[in-house]
């Protein structure tokens, strides 16, 4: 990869936060990061945990849109940073990149697909849940995603019920 700059991000930085515009992409090169809609408000709620291969930006620089989501080093992270005067010259360079930023786009809307099924099901079962009741729920699910992102598998006491 000769294209780009690496940079390094400390764990707990915040990287990219939701509703800004930024022309930049990143792909990750070592280490986890968090992505979350509503970061740091009461309807937090963490989307996925990438890592090693991974790209996230991509609605700034391909869309010129502000970000849906925050990204949060969960790990020192290591990543190639990639500009919009960057861009053409990544992607002719690293053309296999562009699978992976199609998986990631793919995976995203995944989740996001599974968060609101999980929404619409809790909804449609008519009971109302307490703020202590969705607290603990988004921490379980918190807890869930991370065990998949990071081991690759749900441990039985982890599972979403």
């Known amino acids: 990869m000769t294209t780009g700059k690496m940079v390094k991000f400390p764990q707990d930085s915040i990287i990219l936060r939701e ?16 992505i979350y809609t509503g970061y740091g408000t009461n309807l937090e709620t963490l989307i996925g945990i990438i890592g090693h291969q991974s790209c996230f930006g991509e609605f700034g620089i391909l869309l010129k849109q502000p970000s849906i989501y925050t990204v949060v080093a969960y790990s020192d992270i290591l ?17 296999k990149n562009i699978l992976d930023i199609m ?16 929404l619409l099901k809790e909804l449609s079962s008519g009971k109302t849940m307490t703020d202590d009741e969705i607290k603990d729920a988004m921490r379980k699910a918190k807890q869930t995603m ?5 081991k690759g598998s749900f441990s039985n006491s982890s599972r979403i019920s």
Do not use: C, P, W
Not at 84 to 94: G, K, R, W
């Open 19 to 34: 509703g800004e515009t930024n022309a930049e992409m990143y792909k990750i090169i070592k280490g986890h990061a968090e």
């Open 103 to 118: 998986r990631n786009m793919a995976n995203s809307l995944l989740t996001m697909r599974f968060q609101v099924d999980m």
């Open 79 to 95: 990543a190639l940073r990639i500009t919009e005067n960057d861009l053409n010259d990544f992607i002719t360079e690293n053309h």
């Open 146 to 150: 991370r065990q998949y992102a990071i």
